[in-house]
């Protein structure tokens, strides 16, 4: 159980361009999502706090008009990085709180997605 | 002040010897839980183990297990029997109160020789 996907699971774009990134939680519902950027050997940084039907809320320093966030249901967020830059290339990795318990997995736990791996050029 | 902090930034283990990872945190709020998190190189956050602040034992989970001093606030991850598979990073992560946000530490790297 606790199954989170993301698409795409890497991308290469060119400057100035807006990308989609897609995070669903397959086999349960999930209110909350995350999402977070990983440098090369660093560990994650929260970028902004999902929540289905609201706007997102977004940590210090993370630019709302540049990393867009909808949570359009319980199973899907999306994050648009709009005119991407070469300096927006990371590892963005989603995660998803359980709305309820289920087979294997728990309300106390992000569960998170493979990652994308974006490439500005 | 750093809520999580994960002083050994790698280790080498030998296969099939145990393995502890340090992790310190930081809190003043009395209801918080901690986690740890694998890494492999592919990128993906596996998730290990879970332990509650009010949990009176230490979490166990196969190979897995979670050394809680509450008083030290320390929760290093012990891992058993180390294969070449635990080859990855680990995280260790702090949620506090009812914030579902997850605050991490910086990470070690742990590789398994045969």
């Known amino acids: 159980g606790a199954v989170v996907s993301q698409h795409p699971s890497w991308v290469i774009c060119k400057s100035g361009t807006s990308v989609k990134i897609e995070c669903r939680s397959l086999?349960?519902?999930?209110?909350?999502m995350f999402w977070y950027r990983q440098f090369p050997k660093q560990s994650l940084m929260l970028m902004a706090t999902?929540?289905?039907?609201?706007?997102?809320?977004?940590e210090q320093g993370v630019e709302k008009d540049k990393f867009l966030i909808n949570h359009a249901s319980l199973t899907l967020s999306t994050l648009t990085v709009t005119s991407a830059h070469p300096e927006d290339s990371s590892f963005y990795i989603c995660?998803?709180?359980?709305?309820?318990?289920?087979?294997?997995?728990?309300?106390?736990?992000?569960?998170f997605g493979p990652g994308t791996r974006l490439t500005v050029l | 002040a750093q809520k999580i902090t994960q002083t050994q930034p790698g280790m080498f283990v030998q296969e099939k010897e145990a393995v502890t990872l340090d992790c310190t945190y930081d809190?003043?709020?009395?209801?918080?839980?901690l986690f740890w998190y694998k890494q492999p190189s592919s990128g993906e956050m596996i998730f290990l183990i879970y332990?509650?602040?009010?949990?009176?034992q230490n979490a166990t989970e196969g190979r897995y297990s979670l050394n809680f001093q509450k008083a030290r606030k320390s929760a290093n991850l012990v891992i058993s029997a180390s294969q070449l598979g635990d080859s990855a990073m680990y995280f260790c992560?702090?949620?506090?109160?009812?914030?579902?946000?997850?605050?991490f530490g910086a990470g070690t790297t742990v590789t398994v020789r045969a």
């Open positions: 086999d349960f519902q999930a209110t909350t």
């Open positions: 332990q509650g602040s009010y949990d009176q």
């Open positions: 995660s998803a709180h359980p709305l309820a318990g289920g087979p294997g997995y728990y309300t106390d736990t992000q569960y």
């Open positions: 992560a702090m949620r506090e109160g009812n914030d579902y946000k997850l605050s």
């Open positions: 999902s929540n289905e039907g609201s706007k997102a809320t977004y």
């Open positions: 809190t003043s709020d009395p209801s918080y839980g």
